[in-house]
């Protein structure tokens, strides 16, 4: 059964600091990993989409990498701002009509 | 247009109420799901269809009933729920099942039952 750990589960930061989120999954046989972010009773946002057979994907001040046999991923923030301060959550597509598995998330909080 | 819609934007009900939640969206995906998302919590998911037929329902208590009327709409109608049921309803769409798209997903419902 897939499970899929984020960590760590807050962090806060200075506003200009740059930061990594970690994701981690148990099975390997991922089709892809999607990072979302979560504003408080909000919808996800799709942030990135990174397919099995990619290393990376970038958008603006976002990295997000894949190394699937490993089982982890990481989302890179470069110079956090505080408009950054959500909950982060990373998903995992499972070969079950594009279920989604969810990490628990990271509350992300960065100080002006 | 990346737009997944969800109406109402809240909705308190009482326990013996019937209600639904209303969610469109008009990128042409066929798949669309719906997931219920505790405080504090990752979303579950509930129900997905495909071509408008039900395809996953993750065994949700028949006082929620999904449906799928048109390749662009999915409702879920509420009935006889509980107090724990309160949450926020959250629909997502995608090109279609095969797991390679992305999934974008509408603002969500808080629901409240009192």
């Known amino acids: 059964k897939q499970e899929v750990t984020q960590i760590p589960a807050a962090l806060s930061v200075p506003e200009g600091e740059n930061l990594v989120l970690n994701c981690s999954f148990t099975d390997s046989a991922i089709y892809n990993l999607q990072w979302f972010r979560q504003d408080p009773g909000k919808g996800l946002t799709s942030l990135l989409l990174?397919?099995?057979?990619?290393r990376e994907q970038t958008s603006g001040r976002l990295n997000a990498s894949l190394d699937k046999s490993s089982g982890r991923s990481t989302l890179y923030i470069a110079a956090s701002q505080p408009g950054d301060s959500a909950t982060y959550l990373c998903a995992v597509s499972s070969n079950q009509g594009g279920k989604l598995i969810f990490g628990q998330g990271t509350e992300l909080s960065v100080k002006p | 247009d990346t737009e997944v819609t969800q109406t109402p934007k809240h909705l308190v009900m009482g326990m013996t109420n019937k209600k639904s939640l209303k969610c469109e969206q008009h990128?042409?995906?066929?798949?669309m799901y719906w997931y219920k998302q505790k405080a504090k919590k990752p979303p579950e998911l509930m129900f997905v269809y495909s071509y408008e037929k039900l395809s996953i329902n993750e065994s949700v208590p028949s006082r929620f009933s999904p449906e799928c009327p048109n390749s662009s709409l999915l409702n879920l109608h509420l009935h006889a729920l509980q107090p724990e049921d309160s949450a926020l309803y959250l629909c997502a769409s995608r090109v279609g099942l095969l797991s390679y798209n992305e999934q974008f997903f509408g603002p969500g419902t808080r629901l409240t039952v009192l």
């Open positions: 990174i397919q099995s057979s990619q």
């Open positions: 990128m042409g995906h066929r798949a």
